[in-house]
């Protein structure tokens, strides 16, 4: 512990946040796996392409119902052991088996929709075990304002390059194996990869918490016993949590829409020609997007995460839109045969991800101040119904962004088969694409810009915060 600002604050070493980070790593595994959930089910369980849209979405709100379930019972775990490894270790053994059923030992063996509906449901409380004790790791381990961005960039790195190079291996060595079509064969090798590669990122995080993941780091300013009313009493009270709801999920609901597996396949396979390419964009991506998340995190550190977050927000905003003209009046297929069309779009992608590197880690770390805000202003430390009051929200929102873009290719005709790479190209799969890929975010940044105007939550408020939570905690020892 360092004593700053009059403040003694909890902190990592940086290897040990590296680690414990991981379970971001192990959680996108399981994210970009399921992005193909619309085509085992066409393929492995014959379900129609709106069907799967509907049945999607409906296994959202599921999603959403678990969270705050989730998140009260592991607030109410309290072992020797602590509570967030155990949640993370049950969570991924539930999904793996449910991943492994889904997309490998009853795909394609002629079963029906329901089962592909049971089984989607059985993933979605496996990973929200997982994924809710994750959210967990962030606020316990540091509270220190400066040290809680690095923690962000590690979860920030994690979330994007995991994706980046898991969706590398199936796009670059998995799916040209059986002729660039998303077969039962090819999604159950890939199940298999998903749990195989996320286990070690499990086993990593947990050896990267256990040093913080103790009794002694989940108790308040005062030890009432939680009730469920709580969720609804913290929304309700809490206006900081609200806007960061608003940010948030508004960007998630454009950022699931864009990497929609369809979305991907029709901007790569189809307008631009080489599905490939996005896989190549990604490998290139990684050292400027690592570079860019150091110096995110160096500005949200001296400057706060809120203003790291409307000053990066800003710049996406309107470079994306930028992007969205010239793109809009070209012939995309040219990025595929000219090598300046091709450079032209490897440079603008990469920035473009870069300045939403800059977002994402800000975003991260913010979750963790307003659990923060939340111990002060109720006297309770609920990191976990916090972040399940938030999931709550958010996934209730992000619940539709298969059915936008399900519904999406179905106006303009991919009623009972997905868009493949081996598709024409055509105008109208340019706009559709277009709108998904950019025009959705440019709306959820947006909302963002809207909601940051009402949340406090300054660099200079989160000290003082701190400050405040440490007199509480010091008078509570003394009338002991």
């Known amino acids: 512990m360092n004593k700053e600002n009059e403040v003694v604050y909890r902190k990592s070493k940086t290897w040990q946040i590296a680690l414990a980070m991981m379970n971001n790593g192990c959680a996108m595994c399981f994210y970009i796996l399921v992005t193909y959930a619309s085509y085992v089910a066409n393929v492995g369980y014959g379900v129609a392409t709106a069907v799967v849209g509907v049945i999607l979405t409906v296994t959202r709100i599921w999603?959403?119902?678990?969270?705050?379930?989730?998140?009260?019972?592991?607030?109410?775990?309290?072992?020797?052991?602590?509570?967030?490894?155990?949640?993370?270790?049950?969570?991924?053994l539930l999904e793996s088996l449910a991943v492994l059923m889904l997309y490998s030992w009853a795909s394609g063996k002629g079963h029906s929709t329901l089962l592909f509906i049971v089984l989607y449901l059985v993933y979605v409380v496996g990973y929200t075990m997982n994924n809710m004790a994750g959210l967990v790791i962030n606020p316990v381990l540091t509270n220190d304002p400066k040290q809680r961005p690095t923690v962000g960039v590690w979860g920030t790195v994690y979330s994007y390059f995991v994706p980046m190079i898991f969706s590398g291996i199936l796009m670059m060595v998995v799916l040209p194996k059986y002729n660039n079509e998303y077969t039962v064969e090819m999604l159950s090798e890939s199940a298999y990869l998903c749990v195989g590669i996320s286990f070690i990122f499990l086993l990593l995080s947990c050896i990267g918490i256990s040093h913080a993941d103790k009794p002694e780091n989940f108790v308040g300013l005062k030890n009432e016993r939680v009730k469920f009313k709580e969720m609804i009493q913290i929304l309700k009270e809490n206006k900081n949590l609200r806007m960061f709801i608003l940010a948030a999920t508004s960007d998630k609901l454009a950022q699931q829409v864009a990497s929609n597996s369809i979305v991907t396949t029709m901007l790569y396979g189809?307008?631009?020609?080489?599905?490939?390419?996005?896989?190549k964009l990604s490998i290139m991506a990684m050292l400027p997007s690592i570079i860019f998340a150091i110096?995110?995190?160096?500005?949200?550190?001296?400057?706060?995460?809120?203003?790291?977050?409307?000053?990066?927000?800003?710049?996406?905003?309107?470079?994306?839109?930028?992007?969205?003209?010239?793109?809009?009046?070209?012939?995309?297929?040219?990025?595929?045969?000219?090598?300046?069309?091709?450079i032209v779009y490897f440079a603008?992608?990469?920035?473009?991800?870069g300045m939403k590197m800059c977002v994402t880690t800000a975003t991260t770390a913010m979750l963790a101040d307003v659990t923060d805000y939340e111990l002060l202003r109720s006297g309770n430390y609920l990191p976990a119904v916090v972040s399940g009051t938030y999931n709550f929200v958010d996934k209730l929102v992000t619940s539709i962004s298969a059915l936008i873009a399900t519904g999406c290719v179905a106006l303009i005709g991919y009623t009972t088969t997905m868009p493949q790479p081996t598709d024409s190209y055509s105008n109208s799969i340019k706009v559709v694409c277009l709108f998904l890929f950019y025009v959705l975010p440019i709306l959820g940044w947006i909302c963002t810009l809207i909601a940051m105007?009402?949340?406090?939550?300054?660099?200079e408020r989160m000290v003082d915060i701190q400050k405040e939570i440490e007199v509480k905690k010091a008078e509570s020892k003394e009338a002991e």
């Open 63 to 92: 999603d959403a119902i678990t969270d705050p379930l989730v998140g009260m019972m592991i607030e109410k775990t309290n072992t020797k052991f602590g509570k967030i490894r155990i949640w993370l270790v049950l969570g991924w």
């Open 270 to 279: 189809i307008l631009i020609g080489n599905m490939q390419l996005s896989t």
């Open 295 to 342: 110096l995110g995190a160096k500005y949200a550190g001296k400057h706060g995460n809120k203003e790291a977050n409307v000053t990066w927000t800003r710049a996406c905003l309107i470079f994306c839109a930028v992007i969205l003209v010239f793109y809009g009046v070209i012939d995309m297929r040219s990025i595929s045969t000219s090598m300046i069309m091709m």
């Open 348 to 353: 603008t992608t990469l920035l473009l991800n």
């Open 453 to 459: 105007r009402k949340y406090d939550l300054t660099k």
